[in-house]
């Protein structure tokens, strides 16, 4: 909580405890409070919702307006700034994930039938940022943008395993509630046993992951550092045979390679154009 402040040093309320986030961190944490069921906020809703000094949150909300990530379209209330449509269209463009995968997905999508989730990560968070639908009535609730753990479903699990074992540590020690909750493990010797057997089979298929009357298989899109994403395939059981499986599994494998390639290949290019 912050210290009042002192007549002598007006700004000592503003001034965090050594254990706090530094000030980047904070600035950050405000647009985290922007979602779906709070699209808008006030300062004085900041202020509390991070425990900050209302000082704070006004110096805070008044950077991220005039540098166009957040607007204020009435007195005191702010929502998202038209500065993150201009990045979304440049992340459109230049991301070499959705240069690589696009196209691929598209060559195979007679095959695959089903739906298609290209998906990326940061944090604990995993979202799908491009998706190829055939089966319109194949029931998805990865939706473009929408963040979703990393601990729940195949897109976030074959991400999950293919990180470093230090990512693993750091994960367990933060949420290693959230880890038992989703039957990954009790510790860390079985949450580490469960991801290495995940990250050996090279994709992680099951029923219900998607959705419970979906079939998905993921597989795990690698760069030059490691994971960049991943290539789930996805169908409606009923229209999918047992025997169909071991291609479908096949056809995702291969093509998530294919992306990782495409995508290494294009981050060479522009390694060397830099140079």
């Known amino acids: 909580m912050a210290t009042k402040a002192s007549k002598t040093r007006p700004e000592a309320e503003d ?4 254990t706090t986030q530094s000030s980047s961190e904070r600035v950050l944490r405000v647009m985290d409070l922007f979602t779906e069921t709070a699209p808008s906020w006030t300062v004085e809703g900041m202020a509390k919702a991070l425990g900050l000094a ?4 006004y110096r805070y909300a008044k950077t991220l307006t005039d540098t166009g990530f957040l607007a204020s379209l009435n007195a005191g209330v702010y929502v998202l700034g038209p500065r993150i449509i201009q ?12 240069q690589a995968a696009p196209p691929l997905m598209d060559a195979i999508r007679k095959q695959a039938a089903g739906i298609q989730l290209l998906c990326s990560y940061y944090g604990d968070h995993v979202l799908c940022i491009h998706d190829v639908r055939v089966d319109k009535d194949v029931p998805s609730g990865y ?27 750091d994960l367990m020690l933060q949420h290693g509630a959230d880890i038992a909750r989703a ?16 990250q050996q089979m090279g994709y992680f298929a099951a029923r ?23 290539l789930t395939i996805g169908r409606r059981l009923t229209n999918l045979k047992e025997r169909e499986i071991p291609s479908l599994i096949e056809l995702t494998v291969e093509t998530a390679t294919k992306i990782s390639k495409a995508i290494q290949t294009i981050q060479g290019d522009t390694i060397a154009d830099a140079g």
Do not use: V
């Not at 039957?183 to 995940?198: N, T, V, Y």
């Not at 219900?208 to 991943?230: F, Q, R, V, W």
């Open 54 to 57: 209302r000082t704070t949150a």
């Open 15 to 18: 001034t965090p405890p050594a």
């Open 208 to 230: 219900g992951e998607i959705n419970p009357d979906t079939y998905g298989i993921s597989a795990p899109i690698l760069h030059t550092k490691g994971i960049a994403g991943s």
């Open 143 to 169: 939706d473009r943008g929408r963040p979703f753990p990393l601990f729940r479903g195949g897109p976030s699990r074959i991400i999950l395993a293919c990180l470093t074992q230090r990512q693993l540590k």
């Open 183 to 198: 039957g990954l493990g009790q510790d860390w010797q079985e949450f580490h046993r469960k991801m290495k057997a995940i």
């Open 87 to 98: 990045l979304d269209r440049q992340i459109r463009l230049s991301d070499p994930l959705l």
